[in-house]
């Protein structure tokens, strides 16, 4: 199957600063989400981008399909940035939505 | 609109009881998605439906879990008999088939004793 792998691990910020999230992914797709999962454990979707660049506030995402990867930007990081960054993407010969998750990007922003 | 609910939220049970997970995905939504996340695996896709039908279930870890979906609101994950090692959270999501934007419930924590 489709083999993703998110980069860094984890990442430490101090309040204000700057940062960003890649995704590597080993085969083409035809769906690609970021999703942020917060302290109390909630997914939320933050950009749905199977190709393209996109922005929401101080976030915004970037896809490269033809070299098989995504980033995530985050501007201006705040605290309640903190939480885990998963990369979820579905491979291109399967048209049914099915979707292989990153290990995830743990981020700590301090004040 | 309502998102995706589940229930119950936390599970607290004995080694070789049944339980059962409940989802609602959102209305109009045409598949839907059960997912296991724990630390050691990380979230690893258990079984997904197309329009009420199972399409893949290859993640179901063995017999102990089925899953059901017998009408376009509702679907049921249940393990019988229960163990410690089914100790996860379980979400479940659902997206429109067309799209494959997926959105999650709140997921529902299990213990097992």
């Known amino acids: 199957g489709i083999q993703v792998e998110q980069s860094p691990p984890d990442l430490i910020l101090q309040e204000g600063a700057n940062s960003t999230l890649r995704c590597n992914f080993s085969?083409?797709?035809?769906?690609l989400q970021w999703f942020h999962q917060n302290p109390w454990g909630q997914l939320i979707n933050l950009f749905y981008i199977p190709s393209g660049t996109k922005q929401n506030g101080r976030l915004s995402a970037t896809t490269v399909a033809t070299e098989r990867y995504s980033l995530l930007y985050i501007s201006s990081s705040q605290t309640t940035d903190s939480g885990v960054y998963f990369c979820?993407?579905?491979?291109?010969?399967?048209?049914?939505?099915?979707?292989?998750f990153g290990d995830g990007t743990t981020l700590t922003v301090k004040p | 609109d309502a998102g995706v609910i589940q229930s119950p939220r936390h599970e607290v049970t004995e080694m070789g009881q049944e339980v059962t997970l409940r989802c609602k995905p959102i209305s109009g939504h045409n598949s839907l998605f059960w997912y296991r996340q724990t630390m050691m695996r990380g979230l690893e896709l258990l079984i997904y439906?197309?329009?009420?039908?199972?399409?893949?279930d290859s993640g179901m870890p063995e017999d102990r879990f089925s899953a059901k979906m017998p009408n376009a609101s509702f679907s049921t994950l249940k393990i019988q008999p229960s163990e410690p090692r089914d100790s996860a959270v379980y979400f479940c999501a659902s997206s429109l088939y067309e799209s494959h934007e997926q959105f999650f419930g709140p997921g529902t924590r299990l213990t097992v004793l």
């Open positions: 439906f197309n329009n009420n039908v199972p399409i893949d």
């Open positions: 979820a993407v579905g491979p291109y010969n399967t048209n049914a939505g099915k979707s292989t």
């Open positions: 085969d083409s797709v035809n769906n």
